[in-house]
C-alpha cells in the first residue's frame, strides 16, 4: 500500500524522533511504500537552514534527497498541476490555513492515498476525502 507522510513525521524519521508503533508497523511492512512530498522537502531544508531542526553533523540541508531516497527508502511525490488544482478547490477549515499542509493534504486527497501526521489539525479534511493516519 501506498502512504504519504508529512513534514512532521519526515522530521521525526531523520531525527529519531518519535515514531508511533502503529505508523512503524506501518514502515516496518516492506511492501508499503512510503512517499513524502516535496513540499514537505521544502518545508524541511528550510527548516534545517534556520536552524529549527538540527541534522546529525555529519549531514547538510543539501544532503535531504540522499537521506530520504538512500538512508530511509522513501520516495519523492512531486507536487503538479493536478495537486495544485485539488489545493485551489479545497476549502480551508476553521484555525488551519498553512499553505504546506495544505498542499500536502491536497496530494493526499488527489493521490488517495493516506496521509500519516502528528498535526492535530488533520482529521479536520476527513469530511473533503483525505485518508488520515495519526502518529500518537
Known sequence: MRYL???NVLANIVTDGYISDDVQAIFDD????IYVSSESIKE???LVQEKRIVLNKNFRSLDVFDLIENNFGLHVKYVTKEHLRTLASL?????????NDRLIIAQAITEKIPLISSD???????QFGLKFIPNR
Open 44 to 46: 524541511f531544508v528550510h
Open 91 to 99: 476549502e480551508t477549515v476553521e484555525g488551519h490555513s498553512d499553505p
Open 120 to 126: 492535530t489539525k488533520f482529521p479536520k479534511y476527513i
Open 5 to 7: 507522510i508529512d513534514t
Open 30 to 33: 516492506y511492501e508499503n511504500q
